[in-house]
T-cell receptor, first 115, second 116 residues
Framework: AQKVTQAQTEISVVEKEDVTLDCVYE???????LFWYKQPPSGELVFLIR??????QNEISGRYSWNFQKSTSSFNFTITASQVVDSAVYFC????????????FGAGTRLTVKP | DTAVSQTPKYLVTQMGNDKSIKCEQN?????MYWYKQDSKKFLKIMFS???????INETVPNRFSPKSPDKAHLNLHINSLELGDSAVYFC???????????????FGEGSRLTVL
């Protein structure tokens, strides 16, 4: 079964610092999808990005960027110039289409951005 | 218009009781899920239904029984509640299953269950 590891349990930064959240995954499939979700203190789960295994292009969306490297099985997430509103738990997830799209989440990284 | 809605949002009950959580999605998705999030924020899949058919059934006690009357609804019934069942239960839906490209999950707001 697939596995997602987010080794950083908690990260604390000061506003305007850049921060990278790590995600390492394991899968036997050649076709798979990676996701990041944000869970702010209010509790809802917000979709941030989906990336398929055939597309290793990095993606940037405003202050957010993602670095997908198949060679190291990593899909890291960087927030540039962090803001207090970025404080949340961030989850990385992996879905395997040949396994009924069973989506497995990492344990999450709690990011605290201090003013 | 809420995309994925769950009721109730909060549920406090005694050990041994039976309770249900309802979930409805108006996105036209064909796959629905139940996830459990424990106090350490760990999200674990419990069940997944595609067009009313159970396709993922993780190692969950028999006291948990999902029911999908149609593809827009997925309810969760829990019998003989135990202290360890206290958690936030999230319903989610997505378009795409099986060998099709999976869409992202759209989550409900969660139902916080507290068993006393």
């Amino acid at each position: 079964a697939q596995k997602v590891t987010q080794a950083q349990t908690e990260i604390s930064v000061v506003e305007k610092e850049d921060v990278t959240l790590d995600c390492v995954y394991e899968t036997r499939d050649t076709t798979y999808y990676l996701f990041w979700y944000k869970q702010p203190p209010s509790g809802e789960l917000v979709f941030l990005i989906r990336r398929n295994s055939f597309d290793e292009q990095n993606e940037i969306s405003g202050r957010y960027s993602w670095n997908f490297q198949k060679s190291t099985s990593s899909f890291n997430f960087t927030i540039t110039a962090s803001q207090v509103v970025d404080s949340a738990v961030y989850f990385c997830a992996l879905s395997e289409p040949y396994n009924n799209n069973d989506m497995r989440f990492g344990a999450g990284t709690r990011l605290t951005v201090k003013p | 218009d809420t995309a994925v809605s769950q009721t109730p949002k909060y549920l406090v009950t005694q050990m041994g009781n039976d309770k249900s959580i309802k979930c409805e999605q108006n996105l036209g998705h064909d796959t629905m899920y139940w996830y459990k999030q424990d106090s350490k924020k760990f999200l674990k899949i419990m069940f997944s239904y595609n067009n009313k058919e159970l396709i993922i059934n993780e190692t969950v006690p028999n006291r948990f029984s999902p029911k999908s009357p149609d593809k827009a609804h997925l309810n969760l019934h829990i019998n003989s509640l135990e202290l360890g069942d206290s958690a936030v239960y999230f319903c989610a839906s997505s378009q795409g299953s099986g060998r099709h490209q999976p869409g992202e999950l759209f989550f409900g707001e969660g139902s916080r269950l507290t068993v006393l």
